[in-house]
């Protein structure tokens, strides 16, 4: 198993590609904002980068029809050639929507997140842990777009472990909203055992308590205001038990960062050291990890999560305060959904969040209850 320390390097990976830098998702969409490149800057100026990253493949046609129907990959496909999206493919695929709308280049772009996921797979076989932040992807649908998602990248992620021979894959997923597509993409799979943490009430409104598909699934819809505290308790006493008894023998996690205190998306409350603790956690419970990114909608709590988890897989230790050159590319960022007099100071100096601590309410010593029972 690889040894994960703060302050001692391994081997750890991470799958990058230019491609993110490119303006998407047009004006007026939470995704609209600079993201996993910010991330991977500051992780670069702290020097966490060189002889470490990996260029992300573009999954061709076969790959992506390995999940997505032949349709959907060329209706997307012919949509970002023409730059219109018709009515039938808008009602059938779900493209062209508010939600995910047309823009210039999302068919590489999305067809790059799966590549880079599929990489990281077989890059992690050998027994390591691998980055990649762009994926996330996990409401994408077998013939269509939903939550933002147009193909669904964690599926592959999976499928590049299962084409290894693994019979025990555990998909885990932090992000704040249930990780639907990947649920349902494994429902009928013996192989692969999914659990996700999300906030009761969101989209895309499923994942409830007692949705454990056949037992291979688990789901923990958590109330409004999780701290770190209680996402603790739920993978002390619900998630590292579960992984216990199953031994996989690879995870891929989604880390969105939408579950952090200050993203407009959703009402949790956490900092960014608990949901790496609890990504760490996961992580040492195989000998092969894919660690993926998600949503998060503020810029300035992704960019420092992201930058910061990739240091901590990879054994680094973080610093106090952030140099000036990432500091003045956190000052660079803005975004239409956090007003600027919520916006905390510590966004723009520190890598690492202040604990945001709180009681276990008894709602979530319940559901941990109710989870860990076989
Ligand atoms: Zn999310």
Redesign the pocket.
Known sequence: MTEITAGFQNDALVVMSEIYRRAAYGRNHPLAIPRVETALDIAADLGWIAGRNRPSPVADEGLLARFHTPAWIAALREADAAGVVSAAVRSRHGLGTMENPLFRGVFERAATSVGGSFEAARLALDGRIVFHPAGGT?HGRPDGAS?FCYFNDPVFAVLGLLDAGLDRVAYVDL???HGDGVENAFAADPRVHTVSI?EAG??PGTGALDDRREGRARNLPVPRGLVDDELAHLIDEAVVPILKRLAPQAVVVTC?A??LLGDP??AMRLSNRALIAATLAVVARAPRAVVLG???YNPWTLARHWAALWGALAGFPAPDRLPEVSRRRLAALDCDLVEEEDRDPAWFETLIDRPSNGPVRDEIRAIAAAIRTP
């Open positions: 996990h939550g992000d704040a909203h999300h969101r989209f969105g939408d579950p998306l959703s998600g949503g998060g």
